[in-house]
C-alpha cells in the first residue's frame, strides 16, 4: 500500500511540473515569433463594392392614379306635356344627330287648337287688307287701322302659341350621343306622359378620365397638362387635364380631376376602370438602381456612397419616382459614387475598394 501511494504521489508531482513548464518557459516557435514582429503581419484586403455615378437631372415623375370613365355628358330626356306615346324613334346603342326627333306624343286636341289658330290668323289677315284701303280713302278712322293690327298680331301669336304646345309632342337629340336606354313604351299612358323619362342620352365624343387626388399630391397637377390613360382592355389613350377640383370631397378628402380624351370612334365606353399617369413638375434627381436603397440603423431611407477617402458614408434621400427597376432620387450630390452592390455588408466609416458596376460585372 506504501509503495503504491508513492506512484501515484510521484505521478501527480511530475504531471504538475510539465503543466508548469509551459507557462514559465520561454517558446523560440514561427507563430510566436510572427505575433510579437506585427510588422511583419499580414493585412486583409478592402471589401470591393460595385458603385455607380450619380448625375442629377430635370426629371418629371409620374402620379400614376386609378379612376374610371365617364361620359362627358348624360342627360335622360322626359316628355314636356301630355299625350299617348305614339312613336319611339330609336333604341339602345343606336347613335342621333342634335335635334333628331328621338319620340313622338300625339293629342289631336294641339292640333286642333293650331287648325283654329291658323283660321283665326287668315281672319284677322283678310279683315285687315279689306279695310286698309277704306281706311286709307278716309271712309274709316285711322283708329280702325290701329285695332286691326293689333288684332292681326295677337292671332299671329296664338298661332305661335299653338305651334310650340304641338312641338312639345316631338322629343328632339339635344345635342349627338348615344341612346343608353329607352323606359317608355309605345302606347304608353294619355295625359300623364308629362315629365316622365323617354330616352337616356350620352355624348362619348369626348370622353373623361376621373380620378380623385389626395391633398399631398394635388399640387404638381395643373389643368392643361397632358396625360396617358390606360384602359383595363389594355388601350392606351393620349389625354389632357380639363379640370382639377378646388373644393375636397367631404367624404374622402379628395380632389377630383378629369382628364379629356378624344373618342369620336366610340371605342372608349363609360364606366369602365382606368389607369391615368399624370406628369408633375420636374424636379433634379437621380436615377440609380432599387438594389442601392437601403435603411440606416435609425431607420432613415438612404444610399451608401463611397467619399474621396474612400470610406462609406451614409446619404438620406427623398424618392421622387418609384419604378419598376430604377428609382429617381433627390439629395445626392452630382457625382457620388453609390454603392449599388454590397451596400449591406458595409459599414459606415469603413474603407473599402470602390469598383464601377459596369466593370465589376464584366470582371465575373
Known amino acids: 500500500m506504501k509503495a503504491s501511494r508513492v506512484t501515484a ?5 511530475g504531471a504538475a511540473l510539465w503543466i508548469a513548464s509551459g507557462h514559465l518557459m520561454p ?84 292640333e286642333a287648337q293650331v287648325a283654329q289658330a291658323e283660321a283665326l290668323v287668315e281672319q284677322r289677315k283678310a279683315e285687315l287688307e279689306a279695310k286698309r284701303t277704306l281706311i286709307a280713302s278716309g271712309a274709316l278712322p285711322k283708329l280702325d287701322l290701329v285695332n286691326l293690327e293689333a288684332q292681326h298680331k295677337a292671332a299671329q301669336a296664338a298661332l305661335a302659341t299653338a305651334r310650340a304646345e304641338r312641338d312639345r309632342g316631338l322629343v328632339r337629340a339635344p345635342w349627338a350621343g348615344v341612346i343608353t336606354d329607352t323606359p317608355a313604351e309605345v302606347g304608353g299612358a294619355a295625359f300623364s306622359m308629362a315629365g316622365k323619362e323617354i330616352a337616356t342620352l350620352v355624348a362619348l365624343d369626348p370622353m373623361l378620365a376621373v380620378v380623385e387626388v389626395a391633398e399631398r399630391k ?59 399617369a399624370v406628369a408633375l413638375q420636374p424636379v433634379p434627381a437621380a436615377k440609380v438602381p432599387r438594389s442601392a436603397l437601403t435603411i440606416s440603423s435609425a431607420g432613415d431611407i438612404g ?62
Open 27 to 110: 517558446h523560440d516557435s514561427p507563430e510566436g515569433q510572427a505575433a510579437i514582429r506585427p510588422g511583419e503581419a499580414k493585412t486583409q484586403p478592402a471589401f470591393r463594392v460595385s458603385v455607380a455615378t450619380a448625375a442629377n437631372v430635370e426629371h418629371s415623375p409620374r402620379l400614376i392614379l386609378s379612376g374610371r370613365t365617364e361620359a362627358d355628358r348624360k342627360v335622360a330626356m322626359t316628355a314636356r306635356t301630355g299625350g299617348v306615346l305614339t312613336e319611339l324613334r330609336v333604341k339602345r346603342g343606336q347613335h342621333v344627330e342634335k335635334d333628331e326627333i328621338i319620340a313622338v306624343l300625339s293629342d289631336e286636341a294641339r
Open 9 to 13: 504521489i510521484g505521478l501527480v508531482a
Open 218 to 276: 394635388l399640387a404638381g397637377i395643373k389643368a392643361g397638362e397632358s396625360a396617358d390613360v390606360r384602359l383595363i382592355t389594355g388601350q392606351t389613350v393620349s389625354g389632357r387635364v380639363r379640370y382639377v377640383a378646388k373644393s375636397a370631397s367631404q367624404t374622402t378628402r379628395t380632389y377630383r380631376v378629369e382628364v379629356e380624351m378624344a373618342n369620336a370612334d366610340g371605342k372608349i365606353p363609360d364606366g369602365i376602370t382606368a389607369e391615368v
Open 303 to 364: 444610399v451608401r456612397v463611397v467619399a474621396e477617402d474612400d470610406k462609406v458614408v451614409f446619404v438620406p434621400v427623398r424618392v421622387v419616382e418609384d419604378q419598376q427597376n430604377t428609382m429617381w432620387l433627390a439629395g445626392l450630390a452630382d457625382g457620388a459614387r453609390v454603392i449599388v452592390s454590397g451596400q449591406d455588408f458595409v459599414r459606415d466609416g469603413q474603407v473599402v475598394a470602390p469598383v464601377e458596376a459596369g466593370r465589376a460585372s464584366a470582371e465575373r
